[in-house]
T-cell receptor
C-alpha cells in the first residue's frame, strides 16, 4: 500500500504568518494532491501536480501556493495566513495509470490560524 | 463545478443492522465513482469504486449506481462498531484522476 506522510501533524500560527506544509510519498506515484477538509464541505482540492516542477490549480486555490520539488515531495505554502485557512489539510498521491485511479491519503495536518 | 450531494449528514444504526448512505450528482457525463471511509484522526481510505449501472458487492459493502437518476449509494450489511466513521462519495474525473467529494456522512454503529 502507498505510504504518504505529512509534517507537521499540528501547526498553530498567527494571522499574516508564513506556513509550509510538507508531504512525501514513497511509491513513486506521478500524481500528488493537496486538499482541505472542512465540516459541511467535505474535501476540496487546492492544488495538484503530475510530476516534479509541475503545478496545476485546483478548485479552491486562493491564498495558497504549492511546489513539487521531486517525484516524492509536494509542499503547500501559505504566505500570509488568514483565520479562514484554519482547516485540516490532506495530501494524497496516485499512480493514475488508469484515468480513475485510487488516491492514497496521508494522515493530515491540522492548521490553526489565530 | 459539478457537485456531489450526500445524505444523510449523520446516521446511527444498531450493531448488526444495515446502513444506507446516499449520493446524488449533477453531471450526466459522470462515469466513475468512489466511496472513501475516514476514521477519526486518520486520512480517508478508498473502500470501493463503481462505474457500471447496478450493484457491486465487496464483502459486507454493496455500492449501487443509477446513472439515469444521477444516484449512487452504499449499503453496509451487518454493521460493526468499527464501521463508525465518516464516509465520502466522490466523482472521479479522467483528468489527472481528480476527485470531487461530497460533504460526507457520519456513521455511528452502536452496540
Amino acid at each position: 500500500e502507498a505510504a504518504v506522510t505529512q509534517s507537521p501533524r499540528n501547526k498553530v500560527t498567527v494571522t499574516g504568518g508564513n506556513v509550509t506544509l510538507s508531504c512525501r510519498q514513497t511509491n513513486s506515484h506521478n500524481y500528488m494532491y493537496w486538499y482541505r477538509q472542512d465540516t459541511g464541505h467535505g474535501l476540496r482540492l487546492i492544488h495538484y501536480s503530475y510530476g516534479a516542477g509541475n503545478l496545476q490549480i485546483g478548485d479552491v486555490p486562493d491564498g495558497y501556493k504549492a511546489t513539487r520539488t521531486t517525484q516524492e515531495d509536494f509542499f503547500l505554502l501559505l504566505e500570509l495566513a488568514s483565520p479562514s485557512q484554519t482547516s485540516l489539510y490532506f495530501c494524497a498521491s496516485s499512480d493514475a495509470t488508469g484515468f480513475y485511479a485510487e488516491q492514497f491519503f496521508g494522515p493530515g495536518t491540522r492548521l490553526t490560524v489565530l | 463545478q459539478q457537485k456531489v450531494q450526500q445524505s444523510p449528514e449523520s446516521l446511527i444504526v444498531p450493531e448488526g443492522g444495515m446502513a444506507s448512505l446516499n449520493c446524488t450528482f449533477s453531471d450526466r457525463n459522470s462515469q466513475y465513482f468512489w466511496w472513501y471511509r475516514q476514521h477519526s484522526g486518520e486520512g480517508p481510505k478508498a473502500l470501493m469504486s463503481i462505474f457500471s449501472n447496478g450493484d457491486k458487492k465487496e464483502g459486507r459493502f454493496t455500492a449501487h449506481l443509477n446513472k439515469a437518476s444521477l444516484h449512487v449509494s452504499l449499503h453496509i450489511k451487518d454493521s460493526q462498531p468499527s464501521d463508525s466513521a465518516l464516509y465520502f462519495c466522490a466523482r472521479a474525473s479522467s483528468s489527472f484522476s481528480k476527485l470531487v467529494f461530497g460533504q460526507g456522512t457520519s456513521l455511528s454503529v452502536v452496540p
